[in-house]
């Protein structure tokens, strides 16, 4: 629900005030030449900077003005987006989209109100309004919105408006949703109306399939008509007139009930397609018509879909529906011939039809609309072989056709023309030396059996005797025939070809076939943009990888269960961001990318080659560093593939993935994830396979073990302020594992850090310090305290080892004191030593979330050990890593008052004494002086 209202401010409103009187904004052609200033019946809408797609569709549509701020056209400018806010004017293109200053607008705004001119505004932004908008006005709406707007409150907006167009975007809708938001229009509607028919509008196949596939996330629920004429300032109108709605409940579930608020509009399109009945096995046609629709609808509906796998009783009602122009019945299981005669006979003013998947056997009937019929879409219709010669005379009547479909699948029998019927038309038209149809735009025979005994040379003449025949022919498919892979159409230059003999035709080919309608090719499709992306990337250009990935996001969307389809779209993928490929993608590609792998993943989760193919094109440095896609997500589908393929080569992967996300989610995110006991438990059975390898590689080199390195990180991350994933750790035998690791690589200074890291971590959780203290644990930890790195002249280089240990025993210190060897008191003096021994280092070693775990050990002046360490620790971070906001988080979390605690205590070592001024200089300067001074000063 929260991105829908972007795409209400595309359209105008008709708003009602509180008097019960209404103005809104006219529909005016566009002018030859844009004036200076917006008329006052165009409706000003201000653009907040989110995301321009919507508004780039838009421009091509409206016939309107949508004033832009000049400053966010600049900055839309400086980031590289287009430039969808205005249009050259000089060659007489009229200017949609123009930009203006906020004041401009202001000033519109307020002479309308003062002349109650019929035009309003729409403000949509979190910013404060400024004077003279802060007053209450009618005529001008400020919506506080922004992407994180509930649903609750568009609603409570949407309340206030009429729409000509309203469009959800939503994943899902409820019934109860569709119902109220079907009444949102009913509500202001005036009384009186009166009918208007639509103008007559030229079909084109581009409508035809947004008509027969609708997008299930992309829902028209409700449209109502705005005015026509402009609304005079000195006459007050008694009479509203209403035109038709369209209704688009595809894919959606409800209720007869909910069904019945139709009954209160005059629809002029209605889509059922793939609709569902709830507590009901089929939608009855009767019953649908004589409750729920108004019987004006019944007269005057133009495009209906009911299509869908769902059985539908008493199809023949159809014939009610008089003025139909457009009917699509794809897929219907009962859709038969007989139906079609009954269409065909009564429905005398069709201008498209789409019976594709049914049952019809014989379309000899489609002869009555010769004289009406300019679409008709036919794919995987098997025609009786029989019916040859009365299919091919139907077909030559139509001649007002502009767009014939009769693609499908290649399974050829002999009792059907599936497959054959293209090389039928084709043959017979050639025979004739004429035209059949000389309107024809469109022709779809991808799939077709294109046969010869010539061979592919005939094939190709006859073919291009039918191109010569037919000179309005803009798009032809071919994929999957015998043709496709020929570059002989590639040089006519006027066609649109979705084949696979050309980077140009593949890409093609993904644009027409990635609908869910179309799922015989839309696998092929991949395969061929998949050769492509191979074998010749680099003569892609820009736009050719965006339309790609965007062909190949949509099949991968709306064909989740093919494995077919997910096997080729996730190789695409793979070859479309491996290294640093994914830069040429849009920061919202690489979102979808990335979602699309992860549904593949969870879909097909025992298929290890798809598994491959996912991980192998997420594994990757440049998309894993972008911030704009689900992270936890990922890691919890990584992790599911991870323990349920159980393959070394996913795991390697996945367990990388989830060491470089794991600590860029929030803790209150990652706690489902970081406390399933099947994930801890495999992270921990890696590492105890590696340690039972007979031959590991030597860690002095840099060819150690990768998967135990991430597998290390991920454990370290994901026990990071989790106390519940600490404890599974300890419960599933993770301690004596990660010691071994300590003694079987002793010369690797990354996975020794790795492991007291998060043994780091376990030691700082109070109730599971009793688990670590014993004598085994406490003497390797005491041997890495002295285990710093050094040059060949015996100088400190590094003392990561020697850090993480010391931290392990500052935690375990706060534990009640233990009388066995090494005794506590030999582990505090020992660990002073460390500290005071340590040098400066060059770089971070470490990076914190918070620095709660330090406090108690700051607090503590009679561990010497551990407040020194704790001390040192922050002033290490804070010193070299500014840029984190680490002096700033210190600040936010009450560290200055612990850090001049210490340093005014008079039990504190000076160690600690000095580390702590140092501190105390970095949050506020203050002056180096002695703690004597300090401590004078700051009591007054």
Known sequence: MQAFLRYVFLYRHAVRNQHGSSFGASRRPPPATPPMNTPPCMCPVLWSLARHSPRTSAMYTLHEWIEVDENRKRTLEAIGVEDV????????????????????????????????????????????????????????????????????????????????????????????????????????????????????????????????????????????????????????????????????????????????????????????????????????????????????????????????????????????????????????????????????????????????????????????????????????????????????????????????????????????????????????????????????????????????????????????????LHANLRFVGVLDTAISPLPYLARIDRLQIAGSASRVQCIQSVQTYWRPDREAFTAHALQ????????????????????????????????????SVQMAGSACLYHLCRFQRGKALTSEQIRLCVDRCLDAAESHPKIIQLQKNV??????DYLLQTKNFDMCRTCEVAMEAMVTTRDPSVSRMTIAIVSILAPKIPTDRSHALATNVRYIRYLIDVINEKLAEPSVAPANNNLFDFTLKFTLSALWNLTDESPETCELFLKQGGLNTVLQALIRFNTSLSIQTKVLGLLNNVAEV???????????????????????????????????????????????????????????????????????????????????????????????DDLAGSQLWAVWAVRHVCSKDKDRGYIQMLHAQNGYQAVSRLFYSPFSSPSAKRIAGDILRLLDNIPAQSPHNRSSSHRH
């Open 85 to 468: 806010f205005s249009t050259p004017s000089n060659d007489g293109e009229y200017v949609r989209i123009k930009t203006c200053s906020m004041q401009k607008v202001n000033a519109q705004l307020v002479a309308a109100d003062k002349e109650n001119i019929d035009a309003i505004g729409i403000v949509a932004s979190m910013l404060p309004l400024i004077a003279p908008f802060q007053k209450k006005r009618e005529k001008l709406f400020w919506v506080r919105y922004s992407d994180h707007s509930s649903s609750a409150e568009v609603i409570a907006f949407l309340k206030r408006l009429t729409f000509k167009q309203l469009t959800p975007i939503a994943k899902e809708v409820s019934p109860e949703r569709i119902t109220e938001l079907l009444q949102l229009s009913a509500k202001s509607v005036a009384d009186d109306h009166s009918d208007q028919p639509p103008a007559r509008e030229t079909l084109q196949p581009s409508l035809v399939k947004s008509i027969t596939v609708t997008s299930t996330i992309r829902r028209q629920l409700t449209v109502l008509p705005v005015r026509t004429t402009p609304i005079q300032t000195n006459v007050t109108p008694t009479r509203r007139k209403r035109g038709r709605s369209p209704v688009d409940l595809t894919a959606c579930e409800v209720s007869l009930n909910s069904l019945r608020v139709l009954r209160d509009h005059r629809l002029d399109s209605l889509s059922l397609f793939r609709m569902k009945i709830a507590n009901s096995s089929r939608l009855d046609l009767l019953a649908l018509i004589d409750e729920c629709l108004h019987p004006d609808t019944t007269r005057g509906l133009r495009r209906l879909n009911v299509g869908g796998p769902e059985p539908i009783e008493r199809l023949r009602m159809l014939s009610r529906f008089s003025g139909l122009t457009s009917l699509v019945v794809a897929e219907s299981p009962v859709f038969d011939s007989t139906h079609l005669r009954t269409v065909c006979g009564e429905l005398r003013h069709l201008r498209c039809l789409d019976i594709s998947k049914t049952a019809v056997d014989d379309i000899s009937s489609v002869e009555t609309l010769c004289d009406c019929l300019e679409t008709l879409i036919m794919h995987r219709v098997h025609i009786a072989a029989y019916l040859q010669e009365k299919t091919l005379a139907a077909l030559k009547s139509l001649h007002r056709l502009r767009s014939l479909d009769v693609s499908d699948r290649r399974t050829h029998t002999d009792d059907t023309l599936a497959g054959r019927l293209a090389d039928d038309i084709i043959t017979a038209i050639t025979v004739d030396g004429a035209t059949w149809w000389g309107h024809l735009e469109s022709f779809d025979f991808s799939g077709n059996e294109l046969n010869s005994d010539a061979g592919l040379d005939v094939i190709c003449v006859r073919l291009a005797r039918f191109l010569a």
């Open 766 to 860: 109070s109730t599971l310090q009793s688990y670590m203290v014993e004598p085994f644990c406490l003497k390797t930890i005491l041997e890495l305290l002295k285990n710093d790195q050094m040059d060949a002249n015996g100088n400190q280089q590094r003392i990561d080892v020697s850090y993480f240990a010391a931290g392990i025993l500052a935690n375990l210190l706060l534990a009640p004191p233990w009388d066995f060897e090494p005794n506590a008191q030999l582990c505090n003096r020992t660990l002073v030593e460390a500290v005071e021994g340590w040098g400066t280092p060059d770089n971070t070693m470490v990076a914190y979330r918070s620095f709660s775990p330090f406090y108690p050990l700051l607090d503590r």
């Open 528 to 563: 061929s943009v998949y050769y492509e992306l191979q074998s010749a990337y680099d003569e892609f250009n820009l736009h050719d990888i965006r339309t790609s990935a965007k062909g190949i996001e949509l099949s991968m969307r709306h064909h989740r269960t093919n494995l």
């Open 615 to 620: 991980w192998l094109t997420l594994c990757n």
